[in-house]
Structure formats: structure tokens, C-alpha cells
């Protein structure tokens, strides 16, 4: 069966240090990924999306940026975090055509 | 583009009671529609989806909702409630493009169920 591994679940930053969030996918091959975020009374952001290695479509502006080193591995990154990046961060992964997420338990991000 | 309006961002009611979860879209193409769940501090679960066919659909924890077509709605309804459906309730809408799908996600309905 398919499982989705996110990492670290917590993390703490001050304000201009850099972010690495993790997100694995296991059971599947050449599967959509994508970051959303989560903060109060917005619902879901769609921030990145993948459909391949290499292939990065971001939807919205902003301090942050994703990568596909491999298949089933999206990173989420920034260089110097502000305060408006504290959120919930969650990966999800998808079949092609299939339209139905599955989502990893996400990761919340406090900055200080 | 997708869009989709939860009416309501929370939804109070009694257990055993009948509640009724609203959700509006807007597309100009065809659409696939879910409700996903989340309780705190998790991430999201697929409750239900439609996709085609009968536009009646179930969860197999008594939710159901149904398809609307003229008035771009999928509502989600349960007879009667339990303290353990407490949550935040998310419906989204996808239209597929090139290789990708985009899930575009309301803000969510919280529905707390009180004894």
C-alpha cells in the first residue's frame, strides 16, 4: 500500500534563518506531489505542484520554493523565513487523472 | 478556474441531530468533487467523492452528499451526528489539466457536535 512520510511534524525558527521540509512518498511511482498551507480561516493554499523530477509549478508568490530531487521526494525550502510563513504545512501526493489527494500529517512551522 | 464556497465557516449542533454541511462551486469545465476531513492537528482524509455516475455518494461513516449539477452545489449531510464526527469539514473541486490536477479547496466548515 501507499504511505506519505512528512518531516519534522514541529519546528520552531527564528526569523531569517533558512527551512527544510521534507516529504516522501512510498508504494507508488511517478506520482503528482504537492505543498499546500494551512492557516486559520483560509483554508488550503496550494503553494507548489509537481508532475515529474525536476518539474516545479508554483502558484503563488512568495518567500518559499519546492524541489523534486527524485520521484517520490518534494522539499520545501526557504532561504530566510518572515513571520507570515508560520503555518501548517502539508504534502499531498496523487495519481495521474485520478484527482484525489492523500495527504501526509503535516508539519507545523512557528516563526519567531 | 475552480472555486469553491463553503457557506458556512462553523456549524454548531446537538448530537443525534441532523446536520447539513453547504458547499457551492464554480467551474467552466467538468468537475470531480470531494469532502475531505480533518481533525486537529492532522492532515486531511478523503470522506467522500463523486467523479461520475450516481450523484448520490457515501462514506462509510454515514455522510453522504449529493451532486448537483444545475446549482453547482455538493452539500454534505448525516442524519444523526456523533461527538466523534467533531472536525473541520473541507470541500474541494478539480478539473484535470495537462498532466496535473489542482484540488482547489474551500475554507472548511467546523462542525462541532455538543452531548
Known amino acids: 500500500s501507499q504511505t506519505i512520510h512528512q518531516w519534522p511534524a514541529t519546528l520552531v525558527q527564528p526569523v531569517g534563518s533558512p527551512l527544510s521540509l521534507e516529504c516522501t512518498v512510498e508504494?507508488?511511482?511517478?506520482?503528482?506531489l504537492y505543498w499546500y498551507r494551512q492557516a486559520a480561516g483560509r483554508g488550503l493554499q496550494l503553494l507548489f505542484y509537481?508532475?515529474?523530477?525536476?518539474?516545479i509549478s508554483s502558484e503563488v508568490p512568495q518567500n518559499l520554493s519546492a524541489s523534486r530531487p527524485q520521484d517520490r521526494q518534494f522539499i520545501l525550502s526557504s532561504k530566510k523565513l518572515l513571520l507570515s510563513d508560520s503555518g501548517f504545512y502539508l504534502c499531498?501526493?496523487?495519481?495521474?487523472?485520478?484527482?484525489?489527494?492523500?495527504f501526509g500529517e503535516g508539519s507545523r512551522l512557528t516563526v519567531l | 478556474a475552480q472555486s469553491v464556497t463553503q457557506l458556512d465557516s462553523q456549524v454548531p449542533v446537538f448530537e443525534e441531530a441532523p446536520v447539513e454541511l453547504r458547499c457551492n462551486y464554480s467551474?467552466?469545465?467538468?468537475?470531480?468533487l470531494f469532502w475531505y476531513v480533518q481533525y486537529p492537528n492532522q492532515g486531511l482524509q478523503l470522506l467522500l467523492k463523486?467523479?461520475?455516475?450516481?450523484?448520490l455518494v457515501e462514506s462509510i461513516n454515514g455522510f453522504e452528499a449529493e451532486f448537483n449539477k444545475s446549482q453547482t452545489s455538493f452539500h454534505l449531510r448525516k442524519p444523526s451526528v456523533h461527538i466523534s464526527d467533531t472536525a473541520e469539514y473541507f470541500c474541494?473541486?478539480?478539473?484535470?489539466?495537462?498532466?496535473?490536477?489542482?484540488?482547489?479547496f474551500g475554507k472548511g466548515t467546523k462542525l462541532t457536535v455538543n452531548p
Open positions: 499531498a501526493w496523487s495519481q495521474k487523472w485520478s484527482g484525489e489527494l492523500f
Open positions: 508504494g507508488t511511482s511517478n506520482p503528482n
Open positions: 509537481s508532475v515529474g523530477i525536476g518539474q
Open positions: 467551474s467552466s469545465v467538468s468537475v470531480y
Open positions: 463523486y467523479l461520475s455516475g450516481s450523484t
Open positions: 474541494a473541486v478539480s478539473a484535470t489539466q495537462g498532466g496535473s490536477e489542482k484540488l482547489v
